[in-house]
């Protein structure tokens, strides 16, 4: 995935979400979700190095965890993706690669790459139908980290980085210098439609990379045409979705990740009331939970 700030972001209320459920001594799904975690895994976001399991190489401990970490990953309605590939000591990945170092011939770790594999070959093909192709590539790449030798994954990120190639990608296409206004609305629009509504990269291109971003696509039309009420209408869709994002993490007292949230939402719309507000707010309860330790 970007490491974008919105990608970022996303980690960071993944992290925050999982002190929440810890504190509960109970693995709980994350808001929403459909799958949990199950209560003998180790709690998300946990090294696996802290696992004594590990460290004596105990394969069926090895394969729960990775289970747990696929099945989150793949089925989760807010956090698709997590534990899959990343981070290095704590995915399904890692810990599938793991048993068949000390198990080659595992069939159930063998599986259950193949079905993350499958996972990211079928948002890359969705991305590249799209002709959003750096989205594109970056799934097939993470395709490829669970099946080095998918031929499918292979060709999908040939096929994007063509597409990037001929210039499709905002960041390098004639749209940009010729101010084609029409050629940055639809980007805009497909950055601002992904982003908003996809379950597995919820955020991503709406207000980062400045330059293959919604937000800084509307902005490049409205500085060719200061009244462009599409553009206009995209910002404020977009300032919307962080809003909603972020009042849910503030009324959960998740302080640091509403107020993430409300400063990606500021980008699109400086002059919100209501996120304004929001990062008051945030920043208000950081303060008292610093000072309550």
Do not use: W
């Amino acid at each position: 995935m970007y490491a974008s700030r919105s990608s970022l972001f996303a980690f960071a209320i993944a992290a925050v979400l999982s002190l929440a459920v810890n504190s509960r001594c109970q693995a709980q799904p994350a808001a929403g979700s459909n799958a949990a975690m199950p209560s003998n895994a180790a709690p998300m976001g946990a090294a696996p190095g802290t696992r004594a399991y590990q460290s004596n190489g105990d394969v069926e401990q090895l394969l729960a965890q990775a289970d747990a970490f696929k099945d989150y990953g793949i089925t989760s309605t807010t956090d698709m993706g997590r534990h899959l590939v990343g981070p290095p000591d704590a995915s399904a990945v890692s810990l599938y690669r793991k048993v068949l170092v000390l198990q080659p011939g595992n069939q159930r770790a063998r599986r259950g790459l193949q079905e993350i594999a499958a996972f990211y070959t079928r948002f890359a093909q969705s991305m590249c139908d799209k002709s959003l192709f750096e989205p594109c590539k970056m799934e097939a790449k993470n395709g490829l980290l669970a099946d080095p030798f998918n031929a499918t994954l292979d060709k999908l990120e040939q096929q994007a980085d063509a597409g990037m190639q001929r210039g499709v990608a905002p960041r390098t296409g004639a749209d940009q210098s010729n101010g084609d206004v029409e050629q940055l609305l639809a980007q805009a629009d497909a950055y601002e439609n992904y982003g908003t509504t996809s379950k597995v990269d919820v955020g991503r291109n709406l207000v980062s990379p400045p330059e293959a971003s919604a937000v800084g696509l509307y902005r490049k039309v409205l500085a060719l045409q200061p009244g462009n009420p599409r553009a206009g209408h995209g910002l404020q869709e977009i300032a919307a979705f962080y809003t909603g994002f972020a009042q849910s993490m503030c009324n959960k007292s998740l302080f640091e990740p509403c107020k993430l949230q409300a400063e990606d939402g500021l980008l699109a719309d400086p002059d919100s009331a209501t996120l304004k507000n929001l990062v008051q707010q945030a920043d208000a309860g950081m303060q008292g939970n610093a000072s309550g330790r």
